[in-house]
């Protein structure tokens, strides 16, 4: 019977992160995904690189910047292996934060301002954040492309139901159609993960809804940067579209776009920069972020030998992808993680 050396579950840009690291490090790889590849959370992301961003856990901090730091090799290296643009923009981010201050950027003058972003109606204090941002789409793409050109095994269509162990330590995973053998598994189900045995993971669907426009007339948007405030984000694409969102819900696991709250999110666009008001919605759609208890990731092993963990991203998943894979990579070749992992434990809540 064929046997792999680590089996990762989900096939998010978490997972697909995770299954080319390995990979890379000389592992046997497959990857096990209930839908289609990145077609859960990666696929309604927005793409913003927010690693400055004051509003999250001050324990993401390092982890944010560290992975931050690696994107630009990262896409690189899947640009130049794949031929896929990936969109990595990195003109910044003008963050609106009312009383809020970020641990990095500075403070933009209405003079700086309104260079930057002469269209952008702005009353509160803002924030020139060095972020950048990318397509997650694209990023989904090129990885999925990497791995087929290094021919990892990826079976989807298929649900995952359990990480079998025996005396402690995993000897495979069972789904819903077959068993597959192996010493290593790497829960990055997402939203999902709670649902695999052993249930010790804590993580939940929070619905995030977002929209894109395009121009009308023309062929781009007078905007440059993202942009971020208590309302709504904005982030431009190059090939003209503007991705506007999100809203954050308690709702389960239901994905149903609400026309009344797109319309919301559009109109908080258009008090920004009002020429975003005529744009045509060219998509709308709603997507499952994982949550956790306490708004950290779980990334790390668990008390069962082999059972490892990497969910409950919530809206970082495209940051934290990098530096999730390394992180996986040095635990399941026996290197020690330069990060503290202790804030991330995947039982912490127990």
């Given at each position: 019977?064929k046997?792999?050396?680590?089996?990762?579950?989900?096939?998010g840009?978490i997972g697909?992160?995770?299954a080319?690291?390995?990979h890379k490090?000389?592992c046997k790889?497959l990857?096990?995904?209930?839908?289609?590849l990145?077609?859960?959370?990666s696929h309604a992301?927005?793409?913003m690189?927010?690693?400055?961003?004051?509003?999250?856990h001050?324990?993401?901090w390092?982890?944010?910047?560290?992975?931050?730091e690696?994107y630009p090799e990262f896409?690189?290296?899947?640009?130049?292996?794949?031929g896929?643009?990936?969109?990595?923009?990195q003109?910044?981010?003008i963050?609106?934060?009312?009383d809020?201050?970020p641990?990095?950027g500075?403070?933009?003058?209405?003079?700086?301002?309104a260079?930057?972003e002469?269209?952008?109606?702005?009353?509160s204090?803002a924030y020139?954040l060095p972020?950048a941002?990318?397509?997650?789409r694209?990023?989904?793409?090129?990885?999925?492309k990497?791995?087929?050109?290094?021919?990892v095994?990826i079976?989807?269509?298929?649900?995952?139901?359990?990480v079998e162990?025996?005396m402690?330590?995993?000897?495979?995973?069972?789904?819903?159609?077959?068993?597959?053998?192996?010493r290593?598994?790497?829960?990055?189900?997402?939203?999902?993960?709670?649902?695999?045995?052993?249930g010790s993971?804590?993580t939940r669907?929070?619905?995030?809804?977002?929209?894109?426009i395009?121009?009308?007339?023309?062929?781009h948007?007078?905007l440059?940067?993202?942009?971020?405030?208590?309302?709504?984000?904005?982030?431009?694409?190059?090939?003209g579209r503007?991705?506007i969102?999100a809203?954050?819900e308690?709702?389960g696991?239901?994905k149903?776009?609400?026309p009344?709250?797109?319309?919301?999110l559009?109109?908080?666009?258009?008090i920004l920069?009002?020429e975003?008001?005529?744009g045509?919605?060219?998509?709308a759609w709603a997507?499952?972020?994982?949550?956790s208890?306490?708004?950290?990731?779980m990334?790390g092993?668990t008390?069962?030998?082999g059972y490892?963990?990497?969910?409950g991203h919530?809206?970082?998943?495209?940051?934290?992808?990098?530096i999730?894979?390394?992180?996986?990579?040095?635990?399941?070749t026996?290197e020690?993680p330069?990060?503290?992992l202790?804030p991330?434990?995947?039982?912490?809540?127990?």
């Amino acid at each position: 019977m064929k046997s792999w050396d680590a089996i990762v579950i989900g096939g998010g840009v978490i997972g697909l992160s995770v299954a080319l690291e390995l990979h890379k490090r000389g592992c046997k790889v497959l990857i096990l995904e209930r839908g289609e590849l990145g077609h859960e959370a990666s696929h309604a992301a927005g793409g913003m690189l927010a690693h400055c961003d004051p509003h999250s856990h001050e324990k993401l901090w390092p982890l944010a910047k560290a992975s931050a730091e690696m994107y630009p090799e990262f896409v690189l290296e899947l640009e130049e292996d794949t031929g896929v643009h990936v969109d990595l923009r990195q003109h910044g981010t003008i963050a609106i934060l009312g009383d809020a201050s970020p641990e990095c950027g500075q403070r933009m003058s209405a003079e700086e301002l309104a260079i930057k972003e002469p269209h952008l109606v702005c009353t509160s204090p803002a924030y020139f954040l060095p972020e950048a941002c990318l397509d997650p789409r694209r990023l989904v793409v090129a990885i999925a492309k990497a791995l087929h050109r290094r021919k990892v095994d990826i079976s989807t269509g298929s649900r995952v139901i359990a990480v079998e162990t025996a005396m402690r330590k995993v000897t495979a995973v069972r789904t819903d159609k077959s068993t597959y053998p192996t010493r290593i598994a790497i829960n990055c189900a997402g939203a999902w993960a709670s649902n695999i045995t052993p249930g010790s993971l804590h993580t939940r669907p929070v619905k995030g809804q977002i929209l894109s426009i395009v121009p009308k007339h023309g062929t781009h948007f007078p905007l440059q940067h993202v942009v971020r405030s208590a309302g709504c984000y904005l982030i431009p694409r190059s090939d003209g579209r503007i991705v506007i969102g999100a809203t954050v819900e308690e709702a389960g696991f239901d994905k149903q776009v609400d026309p009344v709250a797109i319309q919301e999110l559009h109109q908080a666009a258009a008090i920004l920069m009002p020429e975003l008001g005529k744009g045509r919605i060219l998509e709308a759609w709603a997507g499952l972020r994982p949550g956790s208890p306490d708004g950290l990731p779980m990334i790390g092993e668990t008390s069962y030998l082999g059972y490892l963990v990497a969910t409950g991203h919530f809206r970082d998943g495209i940051l934290l992808a990098p530096i999730s894979a390394r992180i996986i990579g040095d635990l399941v070749t026996g290197e020690t993680p330069e990060m503290n992992l202790i804030p991330f434990a995947p039982e912490r809540f127990h």
